[in-house]
């Protein structure tokens, strides 16, 4: 019987491994597209996509797979690995199993025919042409949701599909009081005078010297280039198919050079994450990062305590130099790090700061919760974001290609998704502070540039585990409490007051 | 019962689909770990790709495929291109099936290690490291012929997995003819006091100059960029993932810059196969080139009747010379085109010249041919080869690694491939022959970097079939005859008498 059970669970993993192997292949099949493969190939290249990606959800509803779920559940002999990398197919298998088939089809076309005619809505500026299918995406997810349950607030069921555990409850807090905080942080900087010169910014910075330097960034963040590389694309990424290649995308932007060096550092934090995860977890379903959440706890983390610390610039901005063609010649340390730092409303939520980033996250947030709670309808999202913008930022869209239609994710069906970017940071300003007590010295660290124990100790607390524990757990673990704005306020308030000299 | 077979037929070509599908995953994979891919990700990468191959030699094999071919078999309303596929689909079936599992599995693994055996004793240069397996696979595949069974002669069943419908009757003729006229020339040649001046070829040429120059080229020749890319790799190969994506790789050597141009344009030629095949054989088995030896007949017809052509450098010496850093500033055209058609006898076939190449390949058909009749033992090969090199080239290798052991074909157990290689020689030289007829200006359209016609020439008559008509059919449709060593042997005779001006 224990033989049986052994021989049960090594098939199982044997299944899972399988899906594993396909969702690897799929996973270059994606990066390729995005970094270089012929344009007259995409369209058979789609349908190799499909029929994978066909394959792998088959498998994961498959009879066998539900066999699996019933045997194993109910022994008290798998590993723990095992037991988790149950928990995730049965997770899984439930909520693709509650769909009937026919809806689930219609939705996939839905979702593509969507994409393509949000495209053109943004082109032309026009929310009119979208609706009808912005409509169905939100009437087929209510439908949804009806199927799958919920509990305290039908929110809640997409949220646990990026953020396991994160509720509309939690969120309420968090979001409300960061947006208080933030709000009048924003104003102030607005009408302050101090504002830093930005002009030498925008000076020329070719493509291959930008490179050079975005990759010494990626070596002493401890990128390991032997399991990765770098590569240009149109909308960065990073994507891990392994632990072993762990692959991280840029952009150049010639007369902004911010645009690809913070983009790396960026990626380059996703990419510590899936680089780092412990090879005991790799070939299960369980070797990637745990949610979206604490995978942009990571990117972010990269990006803005390390990217946009005075440290990291008094180590890295000589460096930089060597790389610019004279741009930074007259412009000293203080001036150069108040830069990178400016914070100024904006319309678009992937050119925003650091500062204002939040703010255009909890605007989606609350849209959304609005949105299937019956609040808001789908016909008034113009208006409703145009007038979030000018409540929480003091700044109006002219048109919807800046405001309702600018992000992708509504017309592929992702609601749910955005509060993410925003616990992310939340999380990231948390394990910040936790890992000043365990390595007070991280200053003086990123003055050296020794990034190395930054990276060890964010392995060791969140990297490692990969899927094998949910986002709240890693926080909790790491640093002793749950969500908690408080951090990120203190953080804002006390860089910002300093950047712009407000006291 | 139409209906029916209607849908069995279209249920077929799902399958099928579905397969070339995972084929097109496969080549990426491939592709991808020869361009660049992470070295920590390869063993992973390994796993990946057993698994999708497996799936797709499980589904070549399976209850379903056994049931297609049966039912689909007996019926006379198939399409053409479907009557094609089952062709093929039972010839693999059959192949595979025939092999009892288990021996199959240990073949595999056989097969794994003694290309790690083959390496290291090459490396050493050590034949009896390598001997007992070159035993095994020699005996296992002598095994598998008789469980494939075979016509005439043992070895015509390993020919034919390679250029099907060539058997030991044919090679035997073409070969012995090939051998009988070219053996002498290259003595003749050896002989000469007239030898090309080559100092100037060995001079610095920059990778991304010759790089520059190469995608020129392959423009030139009627290479879509918008269907292809050009990477650099190690061991240069051209790979079709469909049609709309025919990936060249090349190598560059910075002081000879013949590896790149005249590898690049080798791979072009099969690169332009791949690129034109017919649009209706996309997503099936049939959307390749038909056989190793075409294929090789379309790289060889551009490395050498394009590529070492004179009227071809008439129009791009200036070109060379502005990518160029000077090496050919006091060499006239006439002095280029001699050093670039040196001939010279060598002991390594792949850097071998076009007069000596043949008979590289004829000494591995004549040893192929005495093993599998049991004419020559395993334990003799280095004396047979080394005798073998000295008669015909009259070079003798002082150690196995420039001898026996320099291919990685037989380690992987590929008996019956060298052969294609001469095969597309003649092939090619053929091509030419009725090329000519069609446009008998070819030299003048060379001068004028108008290769177009000759790209659609052969898309017409080669390119387009893909695996619709067989090796030989397509040389008969094209030629009006079967196979003629005499093109070839004019060809060299006409060409190496001229540049040694042997008369």
Redesign the interface.
């Known amino acids: 019987m224990v033989q049986a059970t052994a021989q049960l669970e090594q098939d199982f993993l044997d299944y899972v491994?399988?899906m594993t192997?396909?969702n690897?292949?799929l996973s270059?099949?994606f990066w390729?597209l995005r970094t270089?493969?012929?344009?007259?190939?995409?369209?058979?290249?789609s349908?190799?996509i499909g029929?994978?990606s066909s394959e792998v959800f088959r498998m994961s509803t498959s009879e066998e797979m539900a066999a699996y779920i019933a045997k194993l559940s109910s022994t008290e002999q798998l590993s723990e690995v095992t037991a988790k990398i149950l928990e995730e197919s049965k997770k899984d298998y439930d909520r693709n199993k509650k769909i009937p088939a026919g809806e689930y089809k219609e939705y996939v076309i839905l979702q593509s025919k969507a994409e393509s005619v949000w495209e053109e809505a943004k082109a032309k500026s026009d929310f009119s042409m979208f609706l009808p299918f912005l409509n169905k995406l939100v009437e087929t997810n209510k439908r949804f949701i009806n199927y799958w349950g919920y509990e305290g607030n039908k929110y809640n069921t997409l949220l646990d599909m990026y953020e396991p555990g994160v509720t509309v409850e939690i969120l309420d807090k968090v979001f409300g009081e960061l947006r208080e905080k933030i709000v009048p942080l924003v104003k102030r900087i607005s009408d302050s005078a101090n504002k830093p010169a930005t002009e030498f910014l925008y000076k020329k910075f070719p493509k291959d010297k930008q490179k050079g330097f975005s990759e010494e960034i990626l070596r002493q963040m401890g990128y390991?280039?032997?399991?990765?590389?770098l590569d240009e694309t149109v909308h960065p990424f990073a994507i891990g198919?392994?632990?072993?290649?762990?692959?991280v995308t840029t952009k150049y932007d010639e007369t902004d050079f911010r645009t690809a060096v913070f983009g790396t550092i960026h990626e380059g934090g996703h990419a510590l994450y899936e680089q780092n995860i412990s090879t005991e977890l790799?070939?299960t379903s369980l070797c990637t990062g745990t949610s979206m959440g604490i995978h942009e706890s990571q990117s972010l983390f990269y990006e803005n305590f390390v990217g946009r610390n005075e440290s990291f610039w008094t180590k890295n901005y000589g460096l930089l130099k060597s790389y610019a063609e004279g741009q930074f010649d007259n412009v000293d340390l203080g001036d150069f790090y108040r830069a990178i730092n400016e914070s100024k409303p904006s319309l678009i939520r992937i050119e925003a700061d650091e500062l204002t980033y939040p703010l255009h996250v909890i605007i989606r947030y609350e849209i959304e919760k609005g949105l299937f709670n019956d609040e808001i309808n789908v016909e008034d999202l113009p208006q409703v974001w145009n007038d979030k913008y000018e409540e929480y930022l003091g700044v109006r869209p002219e048109n919807d290609a800046q405001g309702v239609l600018q992000d992708v994710h509504w017309s592929g069906g992702s609601f749910g998704y955005f509060p993410s970017y925003a616990l992310g940071y939340m999380y990231a300003a948390q394990f910040k502070n936790a890992l000043l007590k365990d390595i007070p010295n991280y200053d003086q660290l990123l003055e050296q540039g020794n990034l190395l124990p930054v990276k060890e100790w964010l392995t060791e607390k969140v990297h490692k585990h990969g899927k094998m524990k949910k986002p709240l757990e890693i926080l909790t673990d790491v640093t002793g409490e749950g969500l908690n704005a408080n951090y990120l306020i203190n953080y804002l308030y006390e860089k910002y007051g300093r950047v712009y000299e407000l006291n």
Not at 36 to 45: D, F, L, V, Y
Request: no cysteine; net charge positive; charged share 35%.
């Open positions: 491994k399988k192997a396909y690897e292949a270059l099949m390729d270089g493969a012929p344009k007259k190939g995409i369209e058979q290249r349908e190799v029929m994978l390991n280039f032997d399991a990765g590389r198919l392994n632990p072993g290649d762990v692959r790799v070939g």
